[in-house]
């Protein structure tokens, strides 16, 4: 089927109230006008790795509406960081068979085949029976498979950080925009109940004037994470395929499966692995989704000795935001978010939220009238989207706008100075050469940056 030719439009208010706080389980996933019932979406998956194959289990709990039906990987088995036959096995192949087994659990049997294998992810995307696609590449990928898919009219979910670099973040937001694409970014922590409830009491003033933002992450790896000889790839891995548009450095394990982010050529290290996470919550909390901070400036950055990595160990990154709020992006902040005003704070983090009073986390505390999107089942909300053409909890500019402290972060730290921002214009203020650093994009030829 076509999603988007089937699915007619349900206005936002009467979506919210059929769904209600069940909006993304299996069985409240909505049928848009111009649907049969027994019409299913069907997907594919590029990426195959640790995080792939978690996507993939969120899809199979919606197998009565779902299928996956294609999956993509330049590695047809690894093992990620383990010793090789130890642990899952994970890549295409294994991808394929998690698939299959966990449909017949279900009583689901595959036809002839089976699900669609494909090392080139382009093959994916040719085909017609594919409505929607899920993105778990590493993120030098996440833009360059977000385009093409969006090209190739299918909607999208595709894993933080929205994008590698900041300019692919914004092609991405407004080609979503400009072709109506539906986009989920893989910021789940938007579906869960303490974060959600952590943001109410901030929107309704339970806290008073918001003051102070404290997010708190990891330090980086200051050594490699596994071994660094250079070797020869291996034989099941494409290896120049998976560096893409990317440098191709000499291969290792440590800068390959799962440590591949400490190398700024494919991700922007333990920073801009979890500031989509918990910053995402606090422009949330600020009620920023579409703007941003006023001024930002990296603070005590440091790198480590080996050369495996480049990108910061210990870092913060100090926003000054609209009202006088001042936030910090740390790791040497309490792993989390904390949001404290002038009548009280509260902090959370994944499974935990305390609160400077204890009745603001009672499960039947009513923060106030202002109610921020809701939802419990983050992929659940995906497709339901996709059915019904509204906008979903995480779209691509809220996690574009999210991450952007930590692009500019990286360029204030590069120039060693502190950036004043127009979030309207998502410009570097009186500082050509800062916007010109973070506007850089080099694709690697036959890769091209074009939209």
């Known amino acids: 089927m076509s999603s988007k030719s089937a699915a007619a439009a349900i206005g936002r208010r009467e979506f919210l109230a059929a769904s209600g706080v069940c909006l993304a389980q299996t069985s409240c996933l909505p049928i848009a006008k111009g649907m049969q019932a027994n019409e299913r979406l069907e997907i594919g998956v590029i990426g195959l790795g640790s995080r792939g194959f978690n996507l993939i289990d969120s899809l199979v709990r919606h197998h009565a509406h779902v299928r996956i039906v294609a999956v993509c990987d330049v590695d047809q088995k690894h093992h990620r960081d383990r010793a090789w036959g130890t642990g899952t096995a994970y890549g295409l192949l294994s991808g394929a068979q998690k698939i299959d087994a966990a449909y017949a659990k279900h009583g689901i049997r595959r036809s002839s085949g089976g699900i669609t294998q494909h090392r080139d992810y382009r093959e994916l995307l040719g085909r017609e029976n594919v409505d929607a696609v899920i993105v778990a590449t590493p993120d030098h990928w996440h833009a360059k498979c977000t385009l093409d898919a969006i090209a190739a009219g299918k909607d999208v979910y595709c894993e933080k950080p929205v994008t590698h670099l900041f300019a692919e973040g914004q092609a991405v937001y407004r080609e979503v925009e400009k072709q109506g694409a539906i986009f989920q970014t893989g910021s789940q922590q938007r579906s869960d109940r303490l974060f959600r409830r952590a943001v109410e009491l901030a929107r309704n003033g339970v806290l008073g ?186 779209p691509a500019e809220t996690g574009h706008r999210s991450i952007t402290p930590g692009h500019l972060g990286y360029v204030s730290s590069r120039l060693r100075r502190p950036l004043k921002w127009d979030a309207a214009r998502e410009r570097v203020v009186d500082d050509a050469e800062a916007d010109q650093k973070l506007r850089e994009i080099a694709y690697r030829s036959p890769w091209s940056w074009k939209v």
């Open 209 to 394: 004037e918001l003051h102070t933002i404290k997010v708190g992450q990891q330090p980086g790896y200051s050594q490699p994470m596994g071994e660094f000889d250079t070797t020869t790839p291996p034989e099941q891995l494409d290896y120049d395929f998976w560096c893409g548009p990317s440098p191709v450095l000499p291969y290792m394990r440590a800068r390959h499966h799962r440590w591949w982010r400490g190398h700024s050529a494919y991700g922007g290290g333990v920073l801009m692995d979890w500031i989509g996470h918990h910053n995402d919550i606090a422009h949330w909390a600020l009620g920023l989704d579409k703007s941003g901070p006023e001024k930002v400036e990296a603070i005590d950055w440091t790198f480590p000795e080996t050369e495996v990595y480049d990108t910061p160990v210990r870092y913060t990154i100090r926003c000054q935001y609209p009202g006088d709020v001042i936030g910090t992006i740390s790791s040497q902040n309490r792993p989390g978010l904390e949001l404290i005003g002038s009548e009280g704070a509260v902090f959370v983090n994944r499974g935990k939220i305390q609160t400077s009073d204890s009745r603001w986390a009672k499960p039947d505390f009513d923060p106030g009238p202002i109610k921020v999107y809701s939802s419990d089942d983050h992929m659940g909300n995906f497709l339901a989207c996709v059915r019904s053409r509204q906008a979903t909890i995480a």
